[in-house]
């Protein structure tokens, strides 16, 4: 059974940084794409970032590019997604995801597997 287990999140002052995790397990990690997506009440899940199995292939949202670093420890079957210089409208549910390419998470917004969320909320 594959799980996808996000942490790390938390309320966080406007301009602060925060870390979110996400453990995997039942899958092979180290052949998935993963990424993060993220979704405010009445509003659509929105991709954020993903990579790729191997980190050759990082694509971010516009909204995001500059302030939010994703990366991956295949030996951990971890994924992360470094925040730095936080808005209020970055305040969401972030979701974890892995798919068989980052191009697909990107494009599509779709992915084989989802972690259940981790809520960060930036106050002004």
């Known amino acids: 059974q594959v799980q996808l287990v996000e942490s790390g999140g938390g309320p966080v002052q406007t301009g602060g940084s925060l870390r979110v995790s996400c453990a995997a397990s039942?899958?092979?990690?180290?052949?998935?794409?993963m990424g993060w997506f993220r979704q405010v009440p009445e509003q659509e899940r929105e991709f954020v970032a993903a990579i790729s199995w191997n980190e050759h292939t990082i694509y971010y949202a516009d909204s995001v590019k500059g302030r939010f670093t994703i990366s991956r420890d295949n030996a951990k079957n971890t994924v992360y997604l470094q925040m730095n210089n936080l808005k209020p409208e970055d305040t969401a549910v972030y979701y974890c995801?892995?798919?068989?390419?980052?191009?697909?998470?990107?494009?599509?917004?779709?992915?084989?597997?989802w972690g259940k969320g981790t809520l960060v909320t930036v106050s002004s």
């Open positions: 039942g899958l092979t990690f180290s052949s998935n794409a």
């Open positions: 995801a892995a798919h068989t390419a980052a191009q697909l998470m990107r494009d599509l917004g779709r992915a084989n597997y």
